[in-house]
């Protein structure tokens, strides 16, 4: 089983940066894809960046240029740079993690959740 807890959540200004942490035990997710899911109130779960087994990325439209995600295998950990916040991504983000080698953008492929970290950007 897989343990995943993500941190780094909080209240920023518009226009400023979080990084948001995700760590993860229970077993090796070297060889796993790894992605962030957000969700805001009244709306569903959405893919936000994911990250294969060979370090190769995927962004939705709506960060791309702004969020940067990246694992450091040795520690276990899987990470997303958050810049230029907007107002927009207020929202719990969550860290998850499936089986396979490749991302997918539906949170259905997933097997594994953390319990989310809020994030707030006021305008």
């Known amino acids: 089983q897989v343990q995943l807890a993500e941190s780094g959540g909080g209240l920023v200004q518009a226009g400023g940066s979080l990084r948001l942490s995700c760590a993860a035990s229970?077993?090796?997710?070297?060889?796993?894809?790894m992605a962030w899911f957000r969700q805001a109130p009244g709306k569903e779960r959405e893919f936000v960046a994911a990250?294969?087994?060979?370090?190769?990325?995927g962004y939705a439209e709506s960060v791309k240029g702004r969020f940067s995600v990246s694992r450091d295998n040795a520690v276990s950990r899987l990470y997303l740079q958050m810049n230029s916040l907007k107002p927009e991504d207020t929202a719990v983000y969550y860290c998850?993690?499936?089986?396979?080698?490749?991302?997918?953008?539906?949170?259905?492929?997933?097997?594994?959740w953390g319990q989310g970290t809020q994030v707030t950007v006021s305008s």
């Open positions: 990250i294969n087994w060979d370090a190769t990325t």
């Open positions: 998850a993690a499936r089986g396979g080698q490749y991302y997918y953008i539906s949170p259905d492929e997933y097997d594994f």
């Open positions: 229970g077993r090796t997710l070297s060889h796993s894809a």
